[in-house]
């Protein structure tokens, strides 16, 4: 519990701070989002992705609002029973609104008893996140049919070149390629940064929140997924290779780090549901820039940078996404309306040698799934064939970005 002088002490510096911030490049996320919706507007994404700055973004389109952080340090003993106070500082303090913005609420017990009240009242909530699970817990108790969740992710290719003001092409890309899209990162090219945001996201998102004691192997295992990008792994194996005793703490791990947004997995696709969940998976990390820094070998593998990459795209569009394995293999295959609408290859170069490997797995989706025609996504490669009556499109990864960032 906090005194009301102490939350009103807190509101009005964070109003304060508010009126000096920098609202950044305008998000590409921020034109989905109705200020007028009736439902809350949920924004969850890894941390220091830019979910503050979007929700600042968001405000400065209201006429009058009502803003709270709950990752100021001062909050820390923050209860339910402390948001009737809030309430009235807000009104005391601020004047009347019917928009409320709050900052990292999972930080707050019991806060979706507060919003639902409110959303009776038609008030309007637009809220930020950095966990996927617990905000889901949540939501579906207290909120379930009153929320829309929007997931926020590093810049796309198409916000880095705004923020770098660089213009389209291999040589920016390749620059995105390699440092990925956290703001800060990009702006001061600091290695420590992204190094103290795996231990942060570690430490804070994960060991305190669930009650871990060791960090230091959660660390290993982190650091060991983000190494091996677009690889399969078992939980079977991850147990055996760092001793964790059982198959089930593998598997707490790897929820952890996809609760967090630190890493994403993919299943190997069947038609049985049973056969999907027992296959090995393919991890995926939510930045190749935090990759590459907490990482020795990751940066020197430029066809895993630019898979994860391509990945990362189809995941900020909500796809659906699986790989391919029979007698070769596909990388992804995408799910739409309960069934198989396309199929992607990456390779870095496309060559004599890999030619014959890289399009066997693909020509074999397309044939499974009916498809006629398949993509290959290369680093600056282009051009088109046709083989066994299916029509291959070799794409640039840069072009097929911007393509299909324009598209949403």
């Not at 870095?348 to 290959?376: C, H, M, P, S, V």
Request: a positive charge.
């Amino acid at each position: 519990m906090l005194l009301k002088d102490t939350l009103k002490s807190i509101a009005r510096s964070q109003a304060e701070e508010f009126s000096s911030v920098d609202f950044g490049i305008e998000r590409e996320k921020l034109k989905d989002i109705s200020l007028d919706s009736n439902f809350a507007a949920i924004l969850s994404g890894v941390r220091r992705c830019g979910k503050s700055t979007l929700l600042k973004q968001l405000m400065k389109k209201a006429s009058n609002f009502y803003y709270f952080n709950f990752e100021d340090p001062r909050t820390v003993n923050f209860e339910v029973s402390d948001f009737q106070k809030l309430e009235e500082i807000f009104g005391e303090e601020f004047g009347k609104s019917n928009f409320y913005f709050f900052d990292e609420i999972q930080n707050a017990e019991k806060w979706e008893l507060f919003v639902r009240t409110m959303l009776d009242k038609k008030k309007h909530f637009f809220i930020t996140g950095s966990n996927a699970s617990l905000l889901s817990k949540e939501l579906g108790t207290r909120l379930t049919g009153r929320h829309l969740r929007f997931e926020l992710f590093p810049f796309s290719f198409s916000e880095f070149l705004k923020f770098t003001g660089k213009k389209p092409g291999l040589s920016s890309f390749e620059e995105y390629l390699r440092k990925g899209g956290f703001p800060e990162y990009l702006k001061y090219d600091k290695a420590e940064i992204l190094q103290e945001l795996l231990n942060d996201i570690l430490a804070r998102d994960i060991v305190i929140r669930y009650k871990l004691r060791n960090l230091k192997i959660l660390k290993e295992i982190a650091v060991f997924l983000l190494t091996n990008i677009g690889k399969e792994f078992s939980y079977t194996n991850l147990k055996k290779t760092f001793n964790l005793g059982s198959t089930n703490t593998a598997i707490s791990f790897l929820s952890y780090f996809e609760d967090s947004y630190l890493l994403f997995t993919i299943p190997k696709f069947d038609y049985s549901l049973k056969k999907q969940v027992i296959s090995p998976k393919k991890v995926y990390s939510i930045d190749n820039g935090l990759s590459s820094v907490n990482s020795a070998s990751f940066s020197a593998d430029k066809g895993k940078m630019l898979e994860n990459t391509v990945f990362l795209q189809l995941r900020r569009q909500n796809k659906e996404i699986f790989y391919f394995q029979q007698k070769n293999e596909c990388d992804f295959l995408v799910k739409q309306k309960e069934k198989i609408a396309s199929a992607i290859q990456v390779c870095y170069e496309l060559n004599e040698d890999n030619k014959t490997r890289e399009t066997n797995g693909l020509i074999e989706a397309l044939e499974k799934f009916n498809l006629k025609q398949g993509l290959i996504l290369t680093n600056n490669q282009e051009d088109k064939f046709e083989t066994e009556n299916k029509k291959i499109i070799i794409k640039p990864t840069w072009k097929w970005l911007l393509e299909t960032e324009n598209k949403e």
